[in-house]
């Protein structure tokens, strides 16, 4: 029943800030810098969640394929290649990097 507790507290909340995020006056969501934010703020996370993931094991740093892979997706991005370039390069470098 506790999991059931967990479940329905959560769908409130994320309700709740559903709604919060609804009542905020349009006055202040047009400000310039509310506006620079909010276009930031999804790169942010991105580069965030993709650090975590590439770079950490639980509590340790780890450099391992997926580093590579991550290294060879950005060299793509600075030659400009198109996005599923970047992703086939990344798959095929960390596959080697395992390989070896």
Not at 67 to 86: D, E, K
Request: aromatic letters at 4%.
């Amino acid at each position: 029943m506790t999991t059931w507790i967990a479940i329905g507290v959560t769908a409130a909340g994320c309700y709740l800030v559903k709604l919060l995020g609804l009542s905020v006056p349009a006055g202040v969501l047009e400000r310039p810098l509310v506006r620079r934010l909010a276009a930031l703020l999804p790169v942010a996370l991105l580069a965030a969640l993709t650090a975590q993931q590439t770079f950490a094991d639980g509590r340790d740093l780890l450099l391992d394929a997926r580093a590579a892979g991550l290294g060879a997706a950005a060299l793509a991005l600075v030659f400009r290649a198109p996005f599923l370039v970047v992703v086939a390069v990344a798959v095929a470098v960390t596959a080697g990097v395992r390989a070896l």
